[in-house]
């Protein structure tokens, strides 16, 4: 069986690039001649989020496997944003957002699945922290749970968190008979995988760079089913990082520039293995 090519592409913040510079990036993975694209999140912002998924869907036409980030719900409510991605991919059957479906078999025996992930300020020190993140400005819902205090916006934080977290676990648990999982996320799930600059996120940036919730689920799975590989992509903080968490669970953080999208990198998937 031939490989299957997969574009991984992440953080592209299309709100930011002109149409040219965008259209340059199109083009760039329309050559890679990829079957397959992955998206891990921040997409765009809530403004041009569809536009942007149709306008890549254009020029690659191939399908489009994503989950959504903290900045695709920028200017918006969560719920408005999920609507209208939900009718753009009824409508388009090669945009796949990867909260919406169980799974999807890349082969007989790997599974890709995904969920969005937030950052749920339970590692680093959410209390102490003197960063604010963008968030309980630009999405509608922090800001109202941030008008009610820091720890409503916690609570908030941990909410859509553990939403997905459970949502993950099921996921997992649907797919018990597969070699290998493959999972895509936007917030890193470890302190590890989550470095900004070159460097470790700190006891301040954890909190809103990294989600306990998802990471709990990813770990726990990998060890009750050792015999599975689980490989996660992700992310957020910017910086590219390889992070083993047990002897079969691998996360990768992509590296990013805001405002020059980027693959992050061609994977290429043959009978189960990564070559
Ligand atoms: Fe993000």
Redesign the pocket.
């Known amino acids: 069986m031939a490989s299957l090519k997969i574009c991984w592409i992440s ?1 592209t913040h299309l709100d930011v690039p002109s149409e040219l510079a965008r259209k340059t990036f199109y083009e760039k993975i329309y050559q890679s001649q990829a079957d397959a694209i992955f998206l891990t ?2 997409i765009a912002d809530g403004l041009t989020l569809t536009h942007r998924l149709k306008e890549l869907l254009s020029y690659c036409n191939k399908n489009i496997y994503f989950v959504l ?3 695709d719900y920028f200017h918006r409510e969560v719920n408005s944003v999920c609507e209208e991605v939900r009718a753009l991919c009824q409508q388009h059957i090669k945009l796949v957002w990867m909260n919406e479906v169980d799974h999807v078999l890349l082969d007989d025996n790997v599974a890709l699945l995904g969920v969005d992930g937030w950052a749920d300020g339970r590692y680093g020190d959410y209390e102490n922290s003197f960063l604010s993140l963008l968030d309980s400005r630009y999405i509608a819902d922090y800001v109202v749970a941030l008008q009610q205090g820091r720890d409503s916006l916690l609570k908030k934080m941990q909410w859509y968190a553990d939403q997905d977290g459970k949502l993950l676990e099921n996921k997992l648990n649907s797919v018990t008979d597969c070699e290998k999982i493959i999972v895509l996320t ?2 890193p799930p470890f302190p590890q995988s989550s470095w900004h600059h070159n460097q470790p996120s700190d006891d301040n940036a954890l909190p809103y760079f990294a989600s306990k919730a998802t990471g709990d689920v990813l770990r726990n799975f990998a060890l009750q089913h050792p015999n599975i590989q689980l490989q996660v992509y992700c ?3 910017h910086c590219y990082q390889r992070y083993q968490a047990t002897q079969n669970l691998i996360v990768e953080t992509a590296d990013a520039k805001t405002g020059e999208p980027a693959i992050s990198d061609v994977i290429f998937l043959k009978r189960g293995f990564y070559v």
């Open positions: 953080d999140g921040d980030g903290n900045h936007h917030v992310g957020h903080s």
